[in-house]
């Protein structure tokens, strides 16, 4: 259900965002400046909050840096709507692109580092091009899903 509701609100954003040719003026507000196709810019600490509101995730480090074709590593810090850390989440990350409608062949796999840190490997960004790579959460009683996206060069 929580999938279906989000392609949704991906699909629509994907649509608004058609003939946006370079022109993300307008849309200057802190971290919503760009829409999945524009992708994001890769600064240590990426923050994005989640479609629902209720949590956070900071990029902290990824590996390489910016996102590269192939194996990638990401170490992500998770935060409630109110700055806390969270601890013992569920983090699926589903990367894919959305051009082609294809995800990756190798699983990636979370490991919780602690402090409401998780290491995300490997992101297997195996074509170039735009990537989007939802995170979806469960943190206790709260879920969310937060969108990072990234161009990947050849
Ligand atoms: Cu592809």
């Known amino acids: 259900m929580r999938r279906a509701g989000w392609w949704v609100l991906a699909l629509a954003a994907l649509g608004?965002?058609?003939d946006d040719g370079g022109g993300s003026d307008g849309a200057g507000g802190s971290g919503g400046g760009t829409g999945p196709l524009?992708?994001?810019?890769?600064v240590a600490g990426l923050t994005h909050?989640?479609?629902?509101?209720?949590?956070?995730?900071?990029?902290?480090?990824?590996?390489?840096?910016?996102?590269?074709?192939?194996d990638n590593t990401w170490q992500v810090a998770i935060v409630d709507a109110a700055g806390a850390p969270q601890a013992g989440?569920?983090?699926?990350?589903?990367?894919?692109?959305?051009?082609?409608?294809?995800?990756?062949?190798?699983?990636?796999?979370?490991?919780?580092l602690g402090e409401g840190s998780y290491e995300i490997t490997p992101?297997?960004?195996?074509?170039?091009?735009?990537?989007?790579?939802?995170?979806?959460?469960v943190c206790g009683d709260a879920e969310?899903?937060?969108?990072?996206?990234?161009?990947?060069?050849?």
């Open 123 to 137: 992101l297997d960004l195996f074509m170039p091009g735009l990537w989007e790579v939802p995170l979806h959460l």
């Open 38 to 42: 524009a992708g994001d810019t890769y």
């Open 16 to 18: 608004a965002g058609c």
């Open 89 to 112: 989440c569920t983090v699926e990350p589903s990367p894919r692109m959305p051009a082609h409608g294809h995800g990756t062949n190798t699983p990636a796999v979370v490991r919780e």
């Open 49 to 70: 909050m989640g479609a629902a509101g209720a949590l956070e995730v900071r990029l902290m480090e990824a590996t390489p840096a910016p996102p590269e074709l192939g």
């Open 144 to 154: 969310d899903e937060v969108l990072f996206a990234f161009w990947i060069e050849g």
